[in-house]
Nanobody, 123 residues
Framework: QVQLVESGGGLVQAGDSLRLSCAASGRTFSRYTMGWFRQAPGKEREFVAA????????YYADSVKGRFTISRDNAKKTVDLQMNSLKFEDTALYYC????????????????WGQGTQVTVSS
């Protein structure tokens, strides 16, 4: 069992940066692929980024590639999402999630979810 709590969201202007953090509890955190998803009003929840259990491989949605960076610290049981050059279209509720599948961009393959943190980017 993994419990996840996101933090770091807020209101920023286009072009600004923001760093989201996800704190996990549970002894098996290091076994999971960790991902970030987001959901804008009226839209489906979509994949943003993920990092495998060792931190040795990361993958991103095309819409954020080159602007966002995901990282993890297994000793601290945290996973972060550094978001640079934010755009209005990045506005969404951002979720942290954990998956037993090594490489996954599918939300139904993530077993544990946080409550989300709101990111609002003004244009």
């Amino acid at each position: 069992q993994v419990q996840l709590v996101e933090s770091g969201g807020g209101l920023v202007q286009a072009g600004d940066s923001l760093r989201l953090s996800c704190a996990a509890s549970g002894r098996t955190f290091s076994r999971y692929t960790m991902g970030w998803f987001r959901q804008a009003p009226g839209k489906e929840r979509e994949f943003v980024a993920a990092i495998i259990w060792s931190g040795g491989y990361t993958y991103y949605a095309d819409s954020v590639k080159g602007r966002f960076t995901i990282s993890r610290d297994n000793a601290k049981k945290t996973v972060d999402l550094q978001m640079n050059s934010l755009k209005f279209e990045d506005t969404a509720l951002y979720y942290c999630a954990a998956s037993s599948i090594v490489v996954s961009t599918m939300k139904n393959e993530y077993e544990f979810w946080g409550q989300g943190t709101q990111v609002t980017v003004s244009s």
